[in-house]
């Protein structure tokens, strides 16, 4: 079983940064792709964005060119930096990892980390 932590989550205002990390309990070279989801009040979870094992990112509209994702395999960490903050960013923000098995794709997930843009 592979547990994620999330961390870096608080109040910012407006405009602000935070950098949130997830940190994995066994090596992130096994899994294929990571990456950041939200969900806010009342709304579905949203992919925020994700990395590739090559490397390779994606990117939600609405946080393109304002968040940035990055991984280091020494420190089987994912990270978000997330600058330019609006309030509508406010959500709790969850680390996804999937890997593949010979069934299929087995996801897992953090327990969540919330960020809130207020002034």
């Known amino acids: 079983q592979v547990q994620l932590v999330e961390s870096g989550g608080g109040l910012v205002q407006p405009g602000g940064s935070l950098r949130l990390s997830c940190v994995a309990s066994k090596s992130i070279s096994i899994f294929y792709a990571m990456g950041w989801y939200r969900q806010a009040p009342g709304k579905q979870r949203e992919l925020v964005a994700t990395i590739t094992s090559s490397g390779n990112t994606h990117y939600a509209d609405s946080v393109k060119g304002r968040f940035t994702i990055s991984r280091d395999n020494a420190k089987n960490t994912v990270y978000l930096q997330m600058n330019s903050l609006k309030p509508e960013d406010t959500a709790v923000f969850y680390c996804?990892?999937?890997?593949?098995?010979?069934?299929?794709?087995?996801?897992?997930w953090g327990q969540g980390t919330q960020v809130t843009v207020s002034s």
């Open positions: 996804n990892a999937s890997a593949l098995r010979a069934w299929g794709i087995q996801e897992y």
